[in-house]
């Protein structure tokens, strides 16, 4: 497989229907927004943010590259073969069960903190709010463009990443600064 395809130098790219699309489509922005995510998430793991967090941010890197299939696929026709392209309620429910482990090891947050901290936590902040525009990118797809678990799993990921951040802060020893 070449790197260079040379398909996309007029400024549009293919679906995984084979629909061709400018790369300013709002479908390709969406599925951008989670690339980037994950490339954020990739960093994090550069800064060893700690082995349990590490663990789960591989898996939840595993489920964006899935996220970006879900949302290059407009017509829903990814074989349900492609297991590691589907997204799912267990998924959804594993990311809560991190939150609340997570949250048991963390003072009560009782402000709005300031995004900052040790340089893993600071980097999960700012992948919040990547996720954040994601979500919201993925949301203006609209209702009828894209399956539903795809914003929960989003609205939920940006939970999860403010709750790691407060956490690898924590663990760091790096006090949280009140808004």
């Known amino acids: 497989m070449r790197i260079y395809t040379k398909t996309g130098d007029a400024g549009d790219t293919a679906l995984f229907d084979g629909t061709r699309v400018s790369k300013a489509d709002p479908r390709v922005d969406a599925y951008g927004e989670v690339d980037e995510l994950n490339a954020w998430l990739g960093l994090v793991r550069a800064n060893a943010p700690g082995p349990d ?6 898996h939840i ?11 290059a696929d407009p017509r829903h026709r990814i074989a349900d073969r492609v297991t590691k392209a589907a997204l799912g309620e267990a998924d959804i429910a594993r990311l809560e069960q991190a939150i609340d482990i997570f949250e048991a090891e963390l003072p009560v947050l009782r402000r709005f903190i300031l995004p900052a901290g040790a340089v893993a936590g600071a980097m999960l902040h700012l992948a919040r709010t990547v996720c ?7 949301v203006a797809l609209g209702r009828d463009e894209v399956d539903p678990i795809a914003v929960t799993y989003m609205n939920r990921l940006s939970d999860l990443l403010f709750v790691m951040a407060r956490l690898v802060n924590h663990r760091a020893g790096a006090p949280e600064a009140e808004w």
């Open 61 to 71: 890197q595993r489920d964006l590259f899935a996220m970006g299939a879900l949302l």
């Open 53 to 58: 967090i590490d663990a789960l941010l591989v």
């Open 132 to 138: 954040r525009r994601a979500e919201r990118r993925i």
